[in-house]
C-alpha cells in the first residue's frame, strides 16, 4: 500500500517543522545552564563583621565595625565542584530531551505507516498502531518532566 503524494508531502512538512523548532533547543538549554551556573556557584558572599571595640548589648563600644571578606582555596574548590555537579545534572536533562524527541520523531513516522497498514494486519496491526500510541504519550511526557526540572534549574 503506497502513500498518495498529500500524504508524504504532508509527513516531510512535518518533519522540516519538527527540526526547525527543536534544532536549537538543546544550545540554548545548555547556554541558559551555564549562564545560571556562573551567576549561583561563581560569585563569593562570605564575609565576617570584625569590630575594634568591645561588644556590649549587640552595639559595639568605642571602635570601628568593618566586613571582611574571606577566600579560601577549598571553598573555591567546594564551589567549584557543586558548579560541575549542577552542570552535569542539566547536561543529562538535556540529553534525555534531545534523545526523546529524535524517538519521538522516528515513533510518529512509525504511527503513520501503522496507521495505513492497521486495516490490511486486522487485530495485530491495531494493537502495533494503540502500542506506538502509548509509546509517544511516555516520550511526551519523559520530555515534558525533563523541561520542568530543567526549568527549575534555572530559576
Not at 512509525?110 to 502509548?134: F, H, P, R, V
Not at 504519550?137 to 523541561?147: F, L, M, N, P, S
Amino acid at each position: 500500500m503506497f502513500l498518495n503524494s498529500k500524504k508524504v508531502i504532508l509527513i516531510a512538512a512535518g518533519i522540516l517543522i519538527s527540526n526547525m523548532v527543536f534544532a536549537d533547543t538543546s544550545e540554548q538549554y545548555w547556554k541558559k545552564l551555564q549562564t545560571k551556573a556562573d551567576k549561583q556557584f561563581s560569585g563569593w558572599d562570605i564575609t565576617v563583621d570584625v569590630n575594634t571595640g568591645f561588644n556590649n548589648n549587640d552595639k559595639v563600644n568605642g571602635g570601628i565595625s568593618m566586613k571582611v571578606p574571606l577566600y579560601s582555596s577549598t571553598d573555591r574548590a567546594a564551589k567549584e565542584k557543586e558548579k560541575l555537579a549542577f552542570l552535569e545534572k542539566g547536561s543529562k536533562l538535556i540529553q534525555l530531551i534531545e534523545v526523546n524527541k529524535n524517538s519521538l520523531e522516528r515513533l510518529k513516522k512509525k504511527e503513520g505507516w501503522l496507521k495505513s497498514l492497521m486495516t490490511s494486519q486486522g487485530i495485530a496491526g491495531i494493537n502495533a498502531y494503540y502500542d506506538c500510541c502509548d509509546e509517544i504519550v511516555r516520550k511526551e511526557g519523559e520530555i515534558k518532566d525533563a523541561e520542568r526540572a530543567l526549568s527549575v534549574m534555572l530559576k
